[in-house]
């Protein structure tokens, strides 16, 4: 048979997400950190009110609706910011302009994997430098590592911790390429490393209305850079890659601090009621600045949790890989999703003590 793709593409394996049901099942939903509470009412009265000629006509090439919007609230230059169909492609449109066969990329795991995958796209050389069990950056090896393009998330999926700015700050002043800090969960922290980038040429900053902002079937993200490092980026994005309604809504729902912040607000005391909930049954719990929590199970039966959970219909993330085969990454849901999450482990694991 016809060999169709490049050798690396027969090569890799597909970045797997967080299982979707389909629409309108029955089902606690707690496997992809997706935001428990609907869009801004401000966001939905736009989706409500769209006009045909949005669709007629190709839309803004640049996204600049939600650039001006999203200047006005972070208070940085609209010319510092591009806007992607989701952070993801932010992260696709980096990876395709700084990288190829010979050029390396280099990030601490476990961390997100789609950056493993885009990198193999590629066929560039891919460096995954282990995180120590304190989730300490690895910044020596990172520095040694001088890769053209460095990903650091922060807070990090699945640990759910931020990395200290003055270790950002250190890494992007030794580094001769690009430092990524993905910051999908910044919602959820107190803290961000925004200023970095006014600092250092070579940073940009990534950030999603996925998480905080309910919106992670609208698909919408930017990147926060110096105007020169945008240029070179702007040069590798599709012509048309933001739809206008997409803009729009996102326009509308980042305007609306409040609702968001309530929303935030909401979650985080939620998440340590359940920490606290899943702390009495044994579970350790990493300190988590997202909305998500990292657990291990007082039994280490992390996979046959995850399965008799499903079979209640109850999505959580487990993910089969080495340092994280005997964990669980749950998402924070509403107060009664949670507690309906803790009644479901607290009687399987009566029942597994008794087996």
Known sequence: MTKYFRSNV????????????????????LNSNENPYPPSPAALEVLRNIDGEWLRRYP???????RQAASKVLGIPS?????????????????????????????PMPTYVLYRTLVEMQAADVLEIPYPEDYSLPLKELIAADASVTFIASPNSPSGHVVPNDDLRK??????????????????????????????????IIRTLS??????????????????????LFKVKDSYNIDAIACAVATAAITDQAYKNACVAKIKISRTQLASD?????????????????VQPPQGNAEYLYQKLKEQKILIRYFKQP????????????DEQNQTLVQALTDLLATKHKE
Do not use: H
């Open 171 to 204: 890494l992007a002043s030794q580094l001769s390429g690009i430092l990524v800090i993905d910051e999908a969960y910044v919602d959820f922290t107190e803290s961000s490393a925004l200023d970095l980038v006014q600092e250092y040429d070579n940073v940009i």
């Open 60 to 66: 803004e090439p640049f996204g600049g609706e939600f």
């Open 79 to 107: 010319n510092w910011i591009i806007v992607g169909n989701g952070s993801d492609e932010i992260l696709s449109i980096i990876i395709r302009a700084c990288t190829e066969p010979g050029r390396k990329v280099v990030y």
């Open 10 to 29: 027969d090569a890799m394996a597909s970045y797997v997400p967080g299982e979707q049901p389909p629409r309108g099942t029955q089902i606690i939903k």
């Open 323 to 334: 340092g994280l085969d005997d964990k669980l990454r749950i998402t924070i849901g509403t």
């Open 211 to 232: 998480k905080g902002y309910s919106l992670a079937g609208l698909r919408l993200g930017f990147g926060i850079a110096n105007p020169k490092l945008l240029d070179g």
């Open 278 to 294: 899943l702390k009495k049954l044994g579970f350790l719990v990493w300190d988590s600045q997202t909305n998500f929590l990292l």
